[in-house]
């Protein structure tokens, strides 16, 4: 039974939300539970038992899984519940994209953005095809006359990512195994940008058939990078044998220059529109990567095609979603989007 008419055989009076209890979770189920929603904790083994400190965010049922991998297993349970799956990026991570891409419950947002997100050249292609300006590739090693930044495919929090000065460097770091790109290293300050596009609401910022929406910024708190330059420099870090990481550790809120908004508008528009036709549009909520140079410059480094974990940090709304509507999260504007398409019987139309 494809997912169409899987979406049809629910009721729509009692659409549940379910995600996997981890990375945005919490404000996803908080989301769920303000507009209305029931919701389903997805967990491995057993129920975590922390979300019973958090009774405004703790879900209304569990469906304990074996694995994330294995979820279509137990499909007819989400059926019953009449349960639409929000992914976030844990989620995405330990399913692995080909399972990802097969999942059998109906999900918020488009699942074919995957393959445009998760491969480094395709994502390139859409980000550089819409126009926006990305770190120079370096495609031999040996070429390295500068900072670069290794990255592996895949969204794993910056672990494994490494900085090289030079060939003899990056041959030092580099694990073979594994697929990576090569990009300069960008000077700037990191911005990372939540937006929220949806194809069914007609009023505010139009693109598209729809409309876009800023909904707040944040930048990373990275380990050991953002600590480590109180010992030294890079090479003298090198030589005490610490090794600058970029695993992500915590988020700190942001207010982006208010002259750069439209830029940041312009960039948003031109990815929702380059996404429409490449593979069928963005829907819902995703993050451009960015760095600021000092002369105000936006350069887009990654995207991130669904819920951010920066995003936790706007529970209670944020400087942009406030004028909005007051107390407006990024797991609640889900759910509102949600609510919106089954009251226009749109539901298929932000759901694959």
């Not at 292609?125 to 930044?149: F, S, T």
Request: charged fraction near 30%; proline fraction near 4%.
């Amino acid at each position: 039974m494809g997912i169409e008419n899987i979406i049809n055989s629910y009721d729509k009076k009692d659409i549940s939300i379910a995600t996997a209890c981890s990375h945005s979770s919490l404000q996803i189920f908080n989301g769920a539970r303000k507009e209305g929603f029931r919701s389903i904790g997805i967990a491995i083994k057993k129920e975590p038992e922390f979300y019973s400190a958090f009774p405004m965010a703790k879900p209304d049922e569990f469906i304990v899984v074996d694995s994330y991998m294995n979820i279509n297993k137990y499909a007819e349970k989400f059926y019953e519940k009449n349960a639409v799956i929000v992914p976030h990026g844990s989620f995405v991570e330990y399913m692995g994209a080909e399972n990802f891409l097969n999942i059998e419950i109906p999900t918020f947002g488009n699942k074919s953005v995957l393959e445009w997100e998760s491969d480094r050249e395709k994502e390139r292609k859409w980000l550089e095809g819409a126009g926006l300006k990305m770190p120079e590739v370096i495609e031999d090693a040996r070429d390295i006359n500068r900072p670069v930044i290794v990255k592996y495919y895949g969204a794993k929090g910056g672990k494994g990512f490494f900085i090289a000065k030079d060939y003899t460097d990056f041959k030092r770091r580099i694990e073979r195994n594994k697929k990576y790109i090569i990009q300069e290293f960008l000077i700037g300050t990191r911005y990372y940008i939540h937006y929220f596009y949806s194809p069914i609401k007609k009023n505010g910022y139009r693109v598209c058939s729809g409309s876009l929406e800023l909904l707040s910024i944040d930048r990373r708190d990275e380990a050991n990078i953002d600590e480590a330059h109180r010992l030294g420099s890079i090479s003298e870090l090198e030589e005490m044998g610490i090794h600058p990481s970029f695993v992500v550790t915590g988020n700190i809120p942001i207010v982006m220059r208010e002259s750069l908004l439209p830029k940041v508008f312009e960039m948003g528009k031109k990815v929702v529109e380059k996404s429409y036709e490449l593979f069928g549009g963005i829907i819902g909520p995703f993050c451009l990567e960015t760095v600021v140079t000092d002369e105000l410059e936006i350069k887009v480094f990654e995207i991130s095609a669904r819920i951010v974990a920066g995003t936790n940090l706007y529970v209670s709304g944020s400087p942009y979603s406030d004028f909005i509507q007051p107390n407006l999260s990024t797991g609640r504007r889900i759910a509102q989007e949600i609510k919106m398409a089954i009251e226009e019987d749109k539901l298929g139309e932000i759901i694959t």
